[in-house]
Every structure is written in C-alpha cells, then in structure tokens.
C-alpha cells in the first residue's frame, strides 16, 4: 500500500463518517484495507464474503457517490476477500454482488436487476434469468422440516416438467426458506439444461409489469414473453389476491405453459384451500401437482444452518453458543442469519470476543426470549464444581481463602439471579447475616472490575449458569 492509495482512502472514510452512524462506520468501514490505486481501479481489503455482499448491500450508492466524488468519475472499486483456507487464499471481486445474473454492481455503475422486458424477444444465451447463484441445493440442508419439499425440488431440477410435480407448490411462513428454495431450482437447471430459458421472479413484480403492459397496450406481448418461458419460477404468488384482470392473464399464461410441457413453480404463505381473492379456477391448477409446506426447522437443522453461516461469514464462534442459539432461536432461518449478523456487529463494535454472555444478549434483544429460572440450588452446583469445593463447606464457617472466595461468589449470583433479599440470601448461605451478603456481593465486583483472571471465571460461571 502507498501513501497516495491511503491519503485518498483517508478522503473517501471523511466523506462516509459523515453520512452515517458511528457505529456503523466503526463495524462496516474501519476494518476495509486499502490497497492500491491503478487504471482507475481502487482494490480494498475486506475480512469475508459476508463483509462484501453487506457492503454492497447496504452503502453502494454512498461509496459510488464518494469515490466519484473524492477520486473521479468512473471509478471502480475492487474487492480483496480474505478466505480462510489451508493455503490462506484471497478471492477479488470487483463490485459485483451476483444476486441476479444481469446485475452490474460496481462503484461505477448503477444496479441493473430489472426483470427482461416483456416487449423484448431475447436468446436463451443472453436470457437474464434473475437466478441468485448464491442459493443452491449445496447450503439449503435437509432436516424433517423440509425434506418433502427439497426432495421434489431436486426432482424437479433434474427433470423439468417430466415428473408429476407441475406445478410445484410450496407454502410456509417467512424465513423457512421458500425463495432459496426457488433459486436452487433455477441454477440447477441453468446447470444442466443451458438450452431453457428460466425466469425467477416475484409476483409483485408480475402485476406491476401486467400494469405497464396495459397501460402502454402491450398485453401481446407481455403474454407471447411469458408464454416462451421453460421454467417460470413465481415468488408469494398470494400477491394476486383480488387482482381480477391479473389473474386472469396468468391463468392464460400458466395454462399454455403446462399444455406445453413447461415447468411452474410458485410459492406462498399458505396452502391453496386457504387462499383468499383467487379465482377457483387458478387454484384449482394451483393443487394439480404436488403442494407441500416448509415447516420451522427443528434444532439439528438449525445447528446445520448456522455452522454454515459462521463458515462462510469467516466467523469464530464457539460451539457452546451454536447450540444456545439454536435452542432458543426457532422460527426461522433469517432470524438465525440476523443473529450471526448481530453477533459479528457487536463484536466488531466492542472489540470482544463472541460468547455465551453476548450470545444472550444479543438474542433477548432480537426476539421473543424467555429466560431459564436460575435457581439457588443451580447456583450453589455450579459454584462448587468449578472451584471444586464442596456445597457443604460453603454453608460452614471455614475461612480458608478458596472457600470464601466460593461463598462469596455463590451469595453474588444469588442476588443477581434471584428475588431473594439479602436477609433470605443469607439464610442460603450457611445462616449468615445481610451485612456479610453484601460485603460479599461487592468484593466480587470490586474484584471483577481489577482483576482479568477473575472476571474470566465469573463470566465462565455466567456461561454456566445460563446454558
């Protein structure tokens, strides 16, 4: 790296601190390392994969706009990715999230992710399939929860139309894993059967486009588009709900294309018999192949999802915290990716390391969560198996240094984790009087606050405690 490379960095972070929150500057922005400038291209460091899609996500218009800004027009930023392999690998993407095969993401261009046009006749070599490569059947893992549905998804990849599932329709709540599940069909057949043109797309946007077709009187060819699709993969199709006249256009479409042996595959948040606003007719077409839910994922598949998320993100977090996570997060697969994300965000911010104490933290925050009663007898367990004294030498008046020391951070927890006064705390501890709790209670903080070894050990015991 170069003073040059680093004083215009230093330029563009001014521009940036500026126009967002601190922390997020801290998390998102700090750690980028710049590392040269040559032919209008501007290549920075960056700690993972996740680290860049978050990036390009979230602050692509405000880094484009600042490096324009700071270094010229036409500008290119060029990504480094540290990955974590044998051989200590680094990838360079320059400013293309793959999200959808047209998309033109750079720092020096605007985000091109539109669906094809229905005015345009376009080659199947240069079809814009508005498949996200990053969803495979690879990293959607099976559990009970969804191995119906995986299972005729595959089917219906390897074989499009030639199998008793067309249409296929899968229903469930948000989260479980609908869409991935939409765009693992679409790359597996882009794989194998290049010759086919596939389209992804949600129905929000089909009726926006059926709007603009009528608007500019196109509906030929927004339908004769529609009808030369080979597989038509439709996201919450419930968005047709009390759309008569789109509807009806689809209903069209969707015979034509099951007449000619096309494939059709449609998600919703619920069944077709539960379906309200649409006509019987289509959800009558809707239940002639196969309908089958994606359930919450149970605890292993949750365990699965988020050692894969911590991998790919480049994350260290240690096992004890995949399985309180996966315990106590349930609904669904975005809220356990949103947790990574929040843990990866409050370690970078506090610059500490990922732990049962965060972990906690960071989920009570997040969701619904209802804490586990910590009892005095848990309490006085733990306490004694991890300074290996036992129970009923804590309760006796013995005053050798390690069992006071077990006393006084059994009496700490107690109040900290319990209604007790500390009258009632007392009497746990060997019939001792307030005054005692509460010199006891505080020696520990005092002692947590000066002490590493020791605040180490009460955080263990925490870890304990709330597992």
């Known amino acids: 790296m170069n003073k040059d490379c680093r004083l215009l960095w230093d330029n563009c972070l001014n521009v940036i601190r500026d126009n967002i929150p601190e922390p997020a500057f801290n998390t998102w922005f700090l750690p980028i390392v710049p590392l040269k400038y040559q032919d209008h291209v501007f290549t920075v460091q960056v700690p993972s994969q996740f680290f860049y899609e978050y990036l390009e996500d979230k602050y692509l218009d405000l880094i484009q706009h600042t490096l324009y800004r700071e270094i010229g027009e036409g500008t290119i930023l060029n990504y480094r990715i540290l990955v974590e392999t044998e051989s200590n690998t680094a990838v360079e993407l320059r400013g293309e999230v793959k999200s959808y095969a047209s998309a033109d993401r750079n720092a020096g261009g605007k985000v091109s992710a539109k669906v094809p046009s229905p005015f345009d006749r376009v080659e199947t070599s240069e079809f814009d399939s508005q498949i996200n490569s990053k969803y495979t059947f690879l990293n959607f893992f099976e559990g009970e929860s969804n191995r119906l549905a995986r299972t005729a998804a595959e089917a219906v990849a390897m074989n499009p139309a030639k199998t008793a599932f067309n249409p296929l329709f899968v229903y469930g709540n948000s989260g479980v894993g609908k869409t991935h599940l939409c765009h693992a069909i679409g790359s597996k057949v882009k794989d194998l059967y290049p010759d086919k043109k596939v389209l992804y797309l949600s129905a929000h946007l089909f009726k926006v486009q059926y709007t603009d077709a009528r608007r500019f009187n196109t509906i030929n ?69 196969l309908t089958t839910k994606l359930e919450r994922p149970d605890k292993e598949l949750r365990k699965k999802i988020l050692q894969n998320k911590v991998l790919a993100d480049g994350l260290t977090i240690p096992e004890n915290v995949i399985e309180f996570i996966a315990e106590n997060v349930t609904e669904n697969v975005r809220d356990l990716e949103g947790i990574v994300v929040s843990l990866m965000a409050h370690s970078i911010i506090n610059n500490r390391e990922i732990d049962l104490v965060l972990a906690r933290r960071v989920v009570e925050q997040s969701i619904k969560f209802e804490k586990k009663r910590i009892t005095v007898q848990k309490i006085q367990d733990i306490v004694s198996d991890f300074y290996h004294v036992k ?56 002692f947590y606050e000066v002490d590493k070894g020791f605040r180490s050990d009460i955080d263990e015991i925490e870890n304990l405690l709330n597992s």
């Open 221 to 289: 060819d927004f339908i004769n588009f529609y009808q030369s699709i080979d597989i038509l993969l439709i996201d919450d199709i419930q968005e047709l709900s009390g759309l008569e006249k789109t509807q009806n256009t689809f209903f069209h479409i969707f015979n034509h294309l099951h007449q000619n042996n096309k494939q059709l595959i449609m998600t919703s948040d619920c069944p077709p018999m539960d379906m309200q606003g649409v006509e019987e007719r289509l959800l009558t077409r809707f239940r002639w192949g």
């Open 391 to 446: 129970k009923e030498l804590i309760q006796s008046a013995s005053r050798k240094r390690e069992i006071v020391q077990a006393r006084q951070v059994t009496m700490y927890f107690i109040k900290k984790h319990t209604e007790l006064s500390l009258s009632q705390i007392g009497v746990q501890v060997g019939n001792r009087n307030h005054a005692t709790v509460l010199h006891a209670c505080n020696t520990v903080k005092d």
